[in-house]
């Protein structure tokens, strides 16, 4: 069964520090993987998806996730954050941007 | 701009009363359509593919009589909660794909979400 684990679920970090959010997956064939980003009471934006080829993927506003088939995992980064990152982010797999299968997501708070 | 628009944003109804949610796609025509429900501090969980032409497909767990789904056209998706209990309360976000030529055209755009509270 496709399944996507965030083990973080709270992060904190301050401000211009960088960011790691993990995200493990389980999918039966070639995984399709994104990122999204939500922000209080609105919907998904997509950061960044994962389809084949290079395994670090850039995406919008700074954000960069790596591929590791050996790990199963699609970890998301940024160099230095900034308070406007303060959101909930969210690993999703599926095949295609068909049905996704969501992580149970990771709430970033940025300190000042 | 946005592609995908969602209407309502918030909406508050009687127990015992129906809803209906909208799902546009703005850019693109979409004879797929998907709806998924979020519990507070919780994920994103898929309830139902729509369908354009044909009937909505409905995942395990999810009541098709209490959740009804209809695709009127390849841009209008409609999501109606009947009979909404206070246990319906939750966020519900619909999700359009857009397939390009190759994959690296393929994205999921997801409406902005509704809050529904059911008092």
């Known amino acids: 069964a496709q399944s996507v684990t965030q083990p973080d679920i709270h992060i904190t970090v301050s401000e211009g520090a960088s960011l790691e959010l993990r995200c493990n997956y389980s999918?039966?064939?070639?995984?399709?993987l994104f990122w999204y980003v939500q922000s209080p009471g609105q919907g998904l934006q997509l950061l960044l998806k994962?389809?084949?080829?290079?395994?670090l993927v850039q995406g919008i506003k700074g954000f960069e996730a790596e591929f590791k088939r050996s790990q199963s995992s699609f970890n998301l980064r940024k160099p230095s954050v900034h308070w406007s990152d303060a959101a909930e982010y969210f690993c999703?797999?599926?095949?295609?941007?068909?049905?996704?299968?969501f992580g149970q997501g990771t709430r970033l708070t940025i300190n000042p | 701009g946005a592609v995908v628009s969602q209407h309502p944003s918030r909406v508050i109804c009687k127990s015992g009363t129906s809803v209906k949610i909208e799902c546009r796609s703005l850019d693109f025509q979409a004879t797929t359509m998907f709806w998924y429900r979020q519990f507070p501090k919780q994920s994103l969980m898929l309830m139902a593919t729509?369908?354009?032409?044909?009937?909505?497909?409905?995942e395990q767990g999810v009541e098709k009589d209490k959740f009804l789904i209809n695709h009127a056209s390849l841009t209008l998706s409609t999501l109606t909660v009947t009979s909404a209990h206070p246990e319906d309360s939750s966020f519900y976000i619909c999700?359009?794909?857009?397939?390009?030529?190759?994959?690296?055209?393929?994205?999921?755009?997801f409406g902005q979400g509704t809050r529904l509270t059911v008092v």
């Open positions: 999700s359009v794909p857009r397939r390009g030529r190759g994959i690296w055209n393929t994205e999921a755009f």
């Open positions: 999918y039966g064939a070639t995984p399709y």
């Open positions: 994962y389809f084949s080829g290079d395994t």
């Open positions: 999703a797999v599926g095949a295609r941007a068909q049905k996704l299968v």
């Open positions: 729509s369908n354009e032409g044909s009937k909505a497909t409905y």
